[in-house]
């Protein structure tokens, strides 16, 4: 079983900053890409930002600038570093990790459950 945990979320003014955090535990062999993806009300969920395993990061143009992803691999856990907030980052912000629980099986994807951001003065 593979459990994806987030935290951080919470109210913020505009032009505030918070930390997301998802820590990735149970039977894991390795992690190949770590990631965030957001669901505003009435929107699809889009992609964040994601990194890696080789340090590799990518991030949706909306972010670029004010969001930086990073991963401690040896804690299994990502982060999401949230500056400049916009009302339009309001979300539900969901934990994404694309991995293997053993070698010889193929790569999987993992979700957490979701953390509210609201961004609102």
């Known amino acids: 079983q593979v459990q994806l945990v987030e935290s951080g979320g919470g109210l913020v003014q505009p032009g505030g900053s918070l930390r997301l955090s998802c820590a990735v535990s149970g039977n894991i062999f390795n992690i190949n890409v770590m990631g965030w993806y957001r669901q505003a009300p009435g929107k699809e969920r889009e992609l964040v930002a994601r990194?890696?395993?080789?340090?590799?990061?990518n991030y949706v143009d909306s972010v670029k600038g004010r969001f930086t992803i990073s991963r401690d691999n040896a804690k299994n856990t990502v982060y999401l570093q949230m500056n400049s907030l916009k009302s339009e980052d309001t979300a539900v912000y969901y934990c994404?990790?694309?991995?293997?629980?053993?070698?010889?099986?193929?790569?999987?994807?993992?979700w957490g459950q979701g953390t509210q951001v609201t961004v609102s003065s």
């Open positions: 994404n990790a694309v991995l293997r629980t053993r070698a010889t099986i193929p790569l999987n994807v993992y």
């Open positions: 990194i890696f395993s080789g340090g590799y990061t």
